[in-house]
């Protein structure tokens, strides 16, 4: 096993256990009055897999890459949603980053690294109309 693997294999470990261990925990911290801020923090897994077509070159070139193809490329992936709530109002982050890397080699003398840095944030604000609706406006970064 490759040094590199075998961080991977501890970092999806590591964060395996803290979203399976924050489940089990309380989620909500808030002082006793209703009308006071509350903050929930929410860790989960995100799995990703790819089937399309992008281009090169002009050309169409065929992706397919299940979880565990990008699994094997993984760096390091952490997602967690946050809400801060007072009475009706509500903010919310939702936030997912990922890192992947992998060597290349094409015909002739083009070889190299490829690294790829995902991050995709929600942010959205919202109102509580009753306990079965909500109204709420964000934006994706």
């Known amino acids: 096993m490759t040094p590199n693997l075998a961080k991977r294999r501890i970092l999806t470990a590591a964060i395996l256990s803290l979203t399976v261990a924050a489940s089990f925990g309380p989620s909500t911290v808030a002082a006793q009055e209703s009308d006071s801020w509350e903050f929930r923090v929410t860790p989960y897994l ?25 699994l094997d490329l993984l760096n390091i992936a952490l997602s967690v949603n946050m809400e801060l709530s007072k009475g009706k109002v509500f903010f919310v982050l939702d936030a997912m980053y990922a890192a992947l890397e ?7 003398p083009v070889a190299g690294d490829i690294n790829i840095d995902l991050i995709i944030a929600d942010l959205a604000v919202g109102y509580k109309v009753n306990d079965n609706f909500d109204l709420y406006a964000g934006a994706r970064l």
């Open 102 to 108: 992998t060597d290349f080699e094409a015909p002739g």
């Open 46 to 70: 995100w799995m990703l897999g790819m089937d399309g077509t992008t281009a090169m070159l002009g050309d169409d070139v065929p992706v397919d890459a299940s979880f565990s193809d990008i």
